[in-house]
């Protein structure tokens, strides 16, 4: 089975910084990766598939990039509402997996 | 518009037998994969299993398999999921999930398992 690895598990940051949260496979897995957004007691929402596509209104102040092991969410200038939890997951192969998240907070 | 409506909270004791349920619409319900997946309190996300309406193709995580069982009916576009012995650590909220690349989540249902 595949593992992601997230980090950091944590940060904190202000309105207005870029931050960016990295995510590793234990394999290669193309660019077959996907992030999602959980704000407290909501289902999560999902903001980029294929490593670096955009969902359909999700701002483009989120880009994703790498392929591989070794990918990154960047979310350029923090809004208040993007304090959230993020996870990526991987879909190469079954079974999918979740990495362990990264609290953005302020 | 695309939707994933979960039945609601369960509060059940030990042992007993549960299935919660996903209803899709907004969409042709037999053309995409039915996840589902785990999230325990104050926990991150854990993929359960995925099936595939058209024909009942199921896959599961093997830390899932043979403690759950994922099922459909596609006549009511509706996807389940269920426990025949519950246990106290099957307290947790659960997501049903639209594609085998997640776009949609259901609002989640919340089961709590206590004596």
């Known amino acids: 089975d595949i593992q992601m690895t997230q980090s950091p598990s944590s940060l904190s940051a202000s309105v207005g910084d870029t931050v960016t949260i990295s995510c590793r496979a234990s394999?290669?897995?193309?660019?077959?990766l996907a992030w999602f957004q959980q704000k407290p007691g909501k289902a999560p929402k999902s903001l980029i598939y294929?490593?670096?596509s955009l969902r359909s209104g999700v701002p483009s102040r989120f880009t994703g990039s790498g392929s591989g092991t070794d990918f990154t969410l960047t979310i350029s200038d923090l809004q208040p509402e993007d304090f959230a939890t993020y996870y990526c997951?991987?879909?190469?192969?079954?079974?999918?997996?979740f990495g362990q998240g990264t609290k953005v907070e302020i | 518009e695309v939707q994933l409506v979960q039945s609601g909270a369960e509060v059940k004791k030990p042992g007993e037998s549960l299935k919660i349920s996903c209803k899709g619409s907004?969409?042709?319900?037999?053309?995409?994969?039915i996840g589902w997946v785990r999230q325990m309190p104050g926990k991150g996300l854990e993929w359960m299993g995925i099936?595939?309406?058209?024909?009942?193709?199921?896959r599961y995580n093997s830390s899932f398999q043979g403690q759950v069982t994922i099922s459909v009916d596609k006549s009511n576009s509706t996807a389940f999921l269920q426990w025949s012995s519950l246990k106290a650590s099957d307290t947790a909220t659960y997501y049903c999930?639209?594609?085998?690349?997640?776009?949609?989540w259901g609002q989640g249902t919340l089961v709590t398992v206590s004596s």
């Open positions: 999930t639209r594609g085998l690349i997640v776009d949609y």
């Open positions: 907004g969409y042709s319900f037999t053309s995409y994969w």
């Open positions: 099936i595939y309406p058209g024909d009942s193709d199921t």
């Open positions: 394999q290669g897995i193309t660019n077959s």
């Open positions: 294929g490593a670096s």
């Open positions: 997951q991987h879909y190469y192969n079954h079974p999918r997996s």
